[in-house]
Nanobody, 124 residues
Framework: VQLQASGGGVVQNGGSLRLSCGASGPTRTTAAMGWFRQAPGKEREFVASTTWGGNVVYADSVKGRFRIFRDNGKIAVILEMNSLKPEDTGVYYC???????????????????WGQGTQVTVSS
């Protein structure tokens, strides 16, 4: 499975950005797609994920500000990020898992395939 992420960039505090990620290859056994982020000097952390059927999970830090959804029935996901804060800055990675348990747990260790990162910078 190959993942291609796009979006990201530089935005001011309170602004919005949209990330997208598409998957190709043998995706039939995949269960969910998620986004993780990593700030400099910090560990990679869970942001949000969705199953292909629309069950979503969010990190507490982004609830009410971010929205994740499947892109028009494709094997692709969009992450809409609103009310961005400087602490949202980091490299954002999309990933796919074959295990619904990893989706519910928000566990990076349970994700099987990863895309390249895309930088999100929120200036104060």
């Amino acid at each position: 499975v190959q993942l291609q992420a796009s979006g990201g960039g530089v935005v001011q505090n309170g602004g919005s950005l949209r990330l997208s990620c598409g998957a190709s290859g043998p995706t039939r056994t995949t269960a969910a797609m998620g986004w993780f982020r990593q700030a400099p000097g910090k560990e990679r952390e869970f942001v949000a994920s969705t199953t292909w059927g629309g069950n979503v999970v969010y990190a507490d830090s982004v609830k009410g500000r971010f929205r994740i959804f499947r892109d028009n029935g494709k094997i692709a996901v969009i992450l809409e990020m609103n009310s961005l804060k400087p602490e949202d800055t980091g490299v954002y990675y999309c990933a796919v898992t074959n295990q619904r348990s990893a989706h519910y747990a928000g566990s990076a260790a349970g994700y099987d395939y990863w895309g390249q990162g895309t930088q999100v910078t929120v200036s104060s």
